[in-house]
């Protein structure tokens, strides 16, 4: 999948070819920095962006896209089979009515139940988040940011969806109700086999967290596999760093010796060309500012990569860097051009590095003008249906509960 | 040497027609080239001492010493008081005027204090602070600013005045995982280069393992626990530290305190912990015998001192020098 806005500067590729999976019952982490574009494809997946936004590929939902659906039909699954957490969500409760009633919104509004049954739907709710059930009454202001952020999970569980997308569902709150919703996010995935996709720049918790981990940068998974792995065994140089951002307390290596990641994010329009984390990259080679190497398996089994890309994307550890590559491959960037097969997962709709493009005009030669983006060659090599997103009166409102009847 | 001091410190708040007492009585010093990281959850007063000790809140009772001297509150006394202590707030974002460029945001305590030579100021200030050439951020504005950069700008913010103590509001919690470390690294550059001491507000213990050189864990207006960071953070022994210290992500074996949050104005009775204390419900309390203490007897305030302290009956029973 990718995402481009249309802004008056140009087009912002946030999203630039992702293939990501999550089964009932599953845990999915999507770490990254700030602009990564993790929130961009948690609201494409239920088509929550604004107009500007152009989403490509396919976002299948128990096999139906979601990018074809009508709009009654993607109202009904925005509610009955996935539903969303945002980001400060806390925020987003409305200040002047009892967060009952708010929970209760979505089930009469879908004519799910009767205001007599609401009541005691709403009451079981929030003793599944660990809430009394007198707290229907209250008004968000009386109540903590732990408890706001439960009331936000309990309007999210009310029409007993079967994916959950948690955008930094802890990341305001401190490390004790972090604590409280993390337990309460995992037994809801263990009891209700529900999904879950979980976003956060704290891979620590994502890893304690969930059953599998993306790393995202600059738009695109970088490095992907089982969370532990992830997390102890990073073999990209980003999600290393993420990784090691927190440290173990009582490590003697990291007392006194806070470590971080030198440079800023990238500017989503003007990606530097090759490997787009490169000018950061402690282990950058020299081919890295040209080459760009698509994810490979990282995880020192030997196999087949053609099977491997022809399997689950998630299963195995993989990652985006020059140095997973076997030796041949890494020494040798001439033979990655078109015509040749390219080492990785060729996943739908996901564009090759554009090397020629890149060699021809590369950084240098453009004088600023950095290489062309991914998504533009994804949308001229014909990534399937590049449908623009159709009015959707809803959808730029942030609040899941907003939506009119 | 000690440069600034809380002595016997209380601070309240009228709240709904009640007290809240936000910070109950707190000792607590910051020597020079030292950093002191003080932890605890959300609403347990971090910030309202930090205020106070900035002079932005009046304690009810109890001074702060800054230098040996206690402060005074006279719109003067206080001017020159905050060229010396000066504050790096919690949101770099929205403590920057967005309408104003680097240079002005970084100038304006300077002009405020009337220093010359304000262009070499701003720019040493925002090279020490990592932003270099400075020249270069001089007309940029915020928004064309990444979060760490802003916050790199706001810490120049603090520099331009050449103060010897920064009081920092949960430096990094605004920031992301990546550029976390180059804003403590630069913390730690700034002691070793400056002889700068700081007071980082909290609740990232991670933080106080990378930077601190000691810790004060504070719970419902009182510090419950301090000393040295490695032997506070590697054998806690308040029960409210080693509940903080089992919630981090890596932890085996997590003790997730539930209830409701503090409420400084019903501070329980006896230990102000003991509605939630793991230790007395697990009856390990008992069998040392201190249980009734527990809900019965408050414990005192902590005097301030740089060996480890921590104030619990049942930490004391087994360990009388704490
Ligand atoms: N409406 C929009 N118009 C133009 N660009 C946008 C828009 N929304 C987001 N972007 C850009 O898309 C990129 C990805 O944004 P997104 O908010 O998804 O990142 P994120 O990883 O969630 O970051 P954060 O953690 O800060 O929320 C950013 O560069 C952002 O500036
Ligand atoms: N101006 C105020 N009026 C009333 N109550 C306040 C005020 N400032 C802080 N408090 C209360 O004092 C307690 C401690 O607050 P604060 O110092 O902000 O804690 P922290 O920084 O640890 O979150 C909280 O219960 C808070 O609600
Ligand atoms: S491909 Fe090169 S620049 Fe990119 S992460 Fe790997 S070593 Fe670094
Ligand atoms: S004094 Fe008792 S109740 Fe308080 S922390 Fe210690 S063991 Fe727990
Ligand atoms: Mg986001
Ligand atoms: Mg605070």
């Known amino acids: 999948m990718a995402v481009t806005y249309r802004s008056a500067a140009g087009d912002v590729p946030a999203v630039r070819g992702v293939s990501l999976e999550v089964a009932e019952g599953e845990a999915l982490g999507l770490a990254g920095e700030s602009g990564s574009g993790k929130s961009t494809l948690a609201m494409a997946l239920l088509r929550l962006l604004p107009k500007s936004a152009r989403v490509t590929g396919e976002i299948l939902l128990d096999g139906e896209d979601v990018l074809r659906m009508n709009w009654g039909r993607l109202r009904a699954v925005r509610w009955a089979s996935a539903s969303v957490v945002f980001q400060g969500a806390q925020h987003a409760l409305n200040p002047v009515r009892r967060v009952g009633e708010q929970i209760a919104e979505p089930l009469l509004v879908h004519g799910m139940a009767t205001q007599a049954e609401a009541r005691t739907r709403v009451a079981g709710l929030l003793e599944q988040v660990g809430l009394p059930a007198w707290r229907a009454r209250s008004y968000p202001h009386e109540l903590s940011g732990g408890q706001r952020q439960r009331v936000m999970i309990a309007m999210a569980l009310a029409c007993s969806p079967r994916l959950i997308i948690a955008d930094e569902p802890t990341t305001a709150l401190d490390v004790m109700i972090q604590a409280q919703v993390l337990t309460l996010v995992r037994s809801l995935i263990a009891d209700r086999g529900i999904g879950l996709i979980m976003i956060s720049h704290d891979l620590s918790v994502l890893a304690a967290t969930c059953d599998r981990l993306a790393v995202m940068y600059a738009g695109r998974v970088v490095e992907a596999g089982p969370a532990r792995e992830v997390f102890t065994g990073a073999r990209h140089p980003y999600g290393r760093a993420l990784a090691e951002a927190f440290p173990t307390v009582g490590d003697p290596s990291s007392r006194m010796a806070p470590r971080g990641l030198g440079g800023d994010p990238p500017d989503p329009m003007r990606l530097p060309g090759g490997c787009s984390f490169h000018p950061r990259c402690p282990a950058a080679l020299p081919s890295c500012a040209w080459r760009q190497v698509e994810l490979w398996p990282a995880d020192g089994v030997a196999g087949d990569p053609a099977g491997h890309a022809a399997g689950s994307t998630q299963a195995r550890h993989t990652a985006a860097c020059v140095h997973v590559l076997p030796e041949p491959e890494r020494s040798e960037p001439e033979r990655t051009g078109p015509g040749t097969p390219e080492p990785g997962m060729p996943e739908a709709g996901m564009p090759e590095a554009g090397m020629p493009e890149a060699e021809e005009a590369g950084p240098e030669a453009a004088g600023g003008q950095e290489v062309p983006n991914a998504p533009s060659a994804a949308n001229a090599s014909g990534a399937p249906d590049a449908a623009d997103i159709p009015d959707d009166p809803g959808a730029p409102d942030a609040r899941p509960a907003k939506e009119s009847a | ?322």
């Open chain 2, 1 to 322: 040497m000690t440069l600034l001091e809380a002595r016997d410190l209380h601070v309240q708040f009228a709240s709904r027609g009640r007290r809240a007492r936000a910070v109950d009585g707190v000792n607590l010093t910051v020597g020079e080239g030292e950093i002191v990281a003080l932890v605890g959850e959300s609403g347990c007063g971090k910030t309202t001492l930090a205020r106070t000790l900035l002079g932005l809140e009046r304690p009810a009772s109890g001074t702060v010493l800054y230098g040996g001297a206690p402060l005074a509150y006279s719109t003067r006394a206080l001017k020159a008081y905050r060229r010396e202590v000066q504050l790096v707030p919690q949101d770099p974002t929205g403590s920057l005027n967005p309408r104003h460029t680097v240079y002005e945001a970084v100038a304006e305590g300077p002009r405020i204090h009337g220093l010359r030579d304000e262009r070499e100021r701003v720019a040493s200030a925002l090279s020490r602070a990592g932003l270099r050439p400075p020249e270069r951020f001089f007309p940029v504005y915020p928004h064309e600013l990444s979060g760490g950069q802003r916050q790199r700008v706001v810490i120049a913010g603090a520099l331009a005045l050449d103060p010897r103590v920064l009081v920092a509001d949960e430096p990094v919690a605004s920031l992301d995982a990546s550029v976390r470390g180059e804003i403590l690294s630069l913390l730690l550059r700034l002691r070793a280069e400056l002889g700068l001491s700081a007071l980082v507000v909290t609740h990232d213990l991670g933080l106080a393992w990378n930077i601190a050189d000691r810790v004060a864990v504070m719970y419902l207006g009182r510090i419950v626990e301090s000393g040295p960071v490695e032997q506070v953070l590697s054998a806690p022994s308040h029960p409210y530290t080693q509940a903080l210290l089992s919630v981090l992500p890596d932890s085996p074996a997590p003790i997730v305190l539930g209830g409701e949050p503090p409420d400084p104005t019903r501070i329980p009775g006896g230990c102000r912990f003991h509605p939630r204390c793991h230790v007395l419900a697990s009856g390990k309390a008992a069998e040392a015998g201190v249980d009734g203490l527990c809900r019965s007897q408050p414990l005192e305030i902590l005097p301030s001192s740089t060996e480890l302290r921590a104030a619990c009956h049942y930490a004391r029973a087994r360990q009388p020098q704490l």
